[in-house]
T-cell receptor, first 113, second 110 residues
Framework: EAGVAQSPRYKIIEKRQSVAFWCNPISGHATLYWYQQILGQGPKLLIQFQNNGVVDDSQLPKDRFSAERLKGVDSTLKIQPAKLEDSAVYLC???????????FGPGTRLTVL | GDSVTQMEGPVTLSEEAFLTINCTYTATGYPSLFWYVQYPGEGLQLLLKATKADDKGSNKGFEATYRKETTSFHLEKGSVQVSDSAVYFCALSTGGKLIFGQGTELSVKP
């Protein structure tokens, strides 16, 4: 079974620029999450999708962050404009409906200069 | 709100030493509890889990018991190896969302 794919793996941008991350989940996993992991901290949930609908985006800074999940499969997370404090690893995770375990992708390491 | 607190690291041990990483949680309801591991340069991997009180999760020689009375889920291993060097995250699941502790870095020396 293929795992969660994310791209790019690394991205360096200057503040006020825009950036987008892509996630391809495990086939059949209806629930998709984006987490932000700042260096030295545990991951924090940004947004949760069930199929292509948003379940929870209460922690997403909506003035600059946006996310979508096309046709309930792939998802993109965008930051526009980026700030220095957005430097972090952005993790995508999936789980099957009614299961507890989440499967994580390798993450995208973002550096904002 | 719900939260997870882990012992601070880094933890440095010699090979074959006994490992304990403390984890306590605060939650309404009855969460599932997890330990995830992040090896250098790799993504998060599920190490073990427990879904109800008194359950014991185990994997690769690691164990943790869900203690509702002390709201704890401490990770233990009887004899660590150099290959266990990684960052360990305790987490709880509530409403399908994971809430993580801050992580504990483990370094095992030969």
């Amino acid at each position: 079974e293929a795992g969660v794919a994310q791209s790019p793996r690394y991205k360096i941008i200057e503040k006020r620029q825009s950036v987008a991350f892509w996630c391809n989940p495990i086939s059949g996993h209806a629930t998709l999450y984006w987490y932000q992991q700042i260096l030295g901290q545990g991951p924090k949930l940004l947004i949760q999708f069930q199929n292509n609908g948003v379940v929870d985006d209460s922690q997403l800074p909506k003035d600059r962050f946006s996310a979508e999940r096309l046709k309930g499969v792939d998802s993109t997370l965008k930051i526009q404009p980026a700030k220095l404090e957005d430097s972090a690893v952005y993790l995508c995770a999936n789980r099957e409906w009614r299961e507890d375990e989440q499967f994580f992708g390798p993450g995208t390491r973002l550096t904002v200069l | 709100g719900d939260s997870v607190t882990q012992m601070e690291g880094p933890v440095t041990l010699s090979e074959e030493a006994f490992l304990t990483i403390n984890c306590t949680y605060t939650a309404t309801g009855y969460p599932s509890l997890f330990w995830y591991v992040q090896y250098p340069g790799e993504g998060l991997q599920l190490l073990l889990k427990a879904t109800k009180a008194d359950d014991k999760g185990s994997n690769k020689g690691f164990e943790a018991t869900y203690r509702k009375e002390t709201t704890s889920f401490h990770l233990e291993k009887g004899s660590v190896q150099v290959s266990d060097s990684a960052v360990y995250f305790c987490a709880l699941s509530t409403g399908g969302k994971l809430i993580f502790g801050q992580g504990t870095e483990l370094s095992v020396k030969p």
